[in-house]
């Protein structure tokens, strides 16, 4: 069997008896074996393919959602720069205090306690199906609702916020001994419009989002003191009817001419029901 100028297999006949074989027969084995060739060839390249493609899917869901892997995978043509238009919530989260905390560690110690933080932040993310955008030393990034929005998209996030903070404890637990008190995290949540897709140029690209709504939620988490959640008025708007909140803020924000309210949230109900532990 030939495919591409190139052995792949054999086929062997045999009989027991004599001219068993004609011309004809050594015809009609032959396009046989052609035939089979082929077959083997398509067979091993959709494998290659499938390997390929899922190797892919392993890598690169370490960084983005699978919709994110998939949406490459089935492009048509070469990656483009550009983006669109679309509505998703924007998570923000930074530890407290952790860059002066640090400089008691060696480098290596501090790696090894912002892995064990940021490992269990994105298994969150990851349960409620958001895509982490970006780790910024000791703090993330992670948006709902790219490259396909979706019906829940706030709530999703909510409860991955606070489920984020319960975490908390046994992120703490895990890092015991390493000279560090306990690690406290604040949190910010913003739902509005932003672009989102490819940025960068093109030798190097990111899947990404930009807009106000990213730099509210980013102003908003750095009000928010270790162990808060807080929302912006249109995530708030989002999910009102099934969260709990502790209060609600009027706050002068740097690039934001007017006051902003944000709303302290601690549960919520619904399909990704959960609350913020004492």
């Not at 949540?189 to 509210?216: C, F, P, W």
Request: proline share 3%; charged share 20%; glycine share 10%.
């Amino acid at each position: 069997m030939v495919a591409n100028d190139r052995v792949i297999g054999f086929i062997f006949f045999s009989s027991l008896d004599q001219d068993t074989y004609l011309d004809l027969h050594i015809e009609l084995f032959s396009q046989i074996a052609g035939e089979l060739a082929l077959t083997l060839e398509k067979s091993r390249a959709y494998e290659d393919l499938y390997l390929r493609n899922e190797f892919i899917k392993k890598v690169f869901g370490q960084y983005v959602t699978n919709e994110v892997v998939e949406a490459v995978l089935e492009s048509d043509g070469p990656l483009a720069l550009g983006g669109q238009r679309q509505i998703v919530t924007v998570l923000m989260a930074d530890l407290r205090g952790f860059t002066p905390m640090s400089e008691k560690l060696t480098p290596e110690e501090v790696v090894d306690a912002l892995n064990v933080f940021l490992g269990a932040m994105t298994k969150i993310v990851m349960k409620y199906g958001g895509s982490i955008d970006n780790f910024i030393g000791d703090a993330l990034m992670a948006v709902f609702g790219v490259p396909v929005p979706g019906t829940y998209d706030a709530a999703r996030a909510v409860a991955c916020a606070i489920e984020m903070q319960n975490a908390m404890r046994d992120v703490n637990a895990e890092i015991e001994g390493r000279g560090l008190p306990d690690l406290r995290m604040g949190i910010g949540l913003s739902t509005g419009d932003v672009v989102a897709g490819n940025i960068g140029s093109e030798m190097r690209m990111k899947y990404s989002v930009i807009g106000a709504t990213v730099n509210l939620a980013a102003r908003i988490e750095g009000m928010a003191s270790g162990g808060q959640v807080f929302a912006s008025d249109a995530t708030y708007d989002a999910v009102r009817g099934i969260v709990r909140t502790e209060g609600n803020l009027n706050v002068h924000l740097k690039g934001f001419r007017d006051p902003v309210p944000i709303h302290e949230i601690s549960a919520i109900g619904g399909e990704f029901a959960t609350e913020k532990l004492p």
